[in-house]
């Protein structure tokens, strides 16, 4: 179930049934040569998708696709908040949901960069209740798509060498299961991208010339992409449903 395509109604009649609710979250960046700007969030979004098509109760919102890019702003195409709007944005998010009586925030996370401002963010939301001496009244969680149960084995099979940490061969596989028409190609010099810190988007720029890091997304393939998004989407919904059962 999409949230998006529900009316006031159908979401208030699921608030009955469920609590819970699963929001992609990514980040809209460069993704190398031949990486979709959309990758990060078009990742988590097109698993989430998928895991309400095979378990219709799972309500999914619209996917929060703008995150913490700074470092990837010298590459055109890349939208980013800092960490500071990042985490107020967050916070009303989880306020509006909560406010409706949604009790399970379930973020599915697409970018390595937004961990850090995710989780203070939901520190904040409960120390806001702890200092009003209140129960918050809802949890949130977050989980990396990559993280869900079976997915880096999957992905370690698929790509033994060259995955590496930013326009990977497995989030370019997702994005090219299910946007065929959007493939790009390019020759890659090197074949494996060089690895190193991650600071501000000069010194990036200047580290990582392509814009990928310790990657050979050329590994790619939309039938690796279908066994990613079909062995995540399985996880996804046991994974909220584990959630749920917490409380
Ligand atoms: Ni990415």
Excluded at 177 to 188: E, F, L, R, T
Aim: a negative charge.
């Amino acid at each position: 179930m999409l949230l998006h395509l529900s009316t006031w109604a159908e979401i208030e009649a699921q608030l009955a049934k469920s609590k819970a609710v699963v929001i992609p979250i990514g980040s809209n960046e460069q993704h190398g040569p031949t990486g979709l700007l959309g990758t990060d969030w078009l990742c988590p979004e097109i698993i989430a998708h998928e895991a309400q098509k095979i378990a219709p109760g799972l309500l999914v919102a619209p996917t929060f696709n703008i995150g913490m890019a700074q470092h990837h702003l010298d590459f055109p195409g890349t939208i980013a908040l800092r960490p500071s709007t990042f985490m107020l944005a967050i916070g009303d998010w989880c306020r509006s949901l909560a406010h409706h009586g949604f009790e399970q925030l379930y973020f599915l996370n697409g970018h390595g960069g937004n961990v850090a401002t995710i989780e203070a963010a939901f520190s904040e939301l409960y120390a806001e209740a702890s200092y009003a001496g209140r129960k918050a009244g809802y949890a949130c969680k977050l989980k990396n798509w990559w993280d869900l149960k079976g997915v880096m084995r999957l992905a370690a099979r698929q790509f033994p060498e060259g995955h590496g940490s930013h326009a990977t061969p497995s989030e370019i596989a997702v994005t090219q299961w299910a946007y065929p028409h959007a493939i790009k190609s390019a020759n890659y010099a090197p074949q494996i991208a060089p690895t190193g810190p991650i600071r501000e988007a000069a010194d990036f720029r200047g580290r990582y010339a392509d814009g990928r890091m310790g990657s050979d997304p050329g590994q790619a393939t939309p039938e690796k992409g279908g066994e990613l998004v079909a062995t995540a989407a399985a996880a996804l919904i046991e994974d909220v449903a584990e959630f749920e059962r917490e409380g």
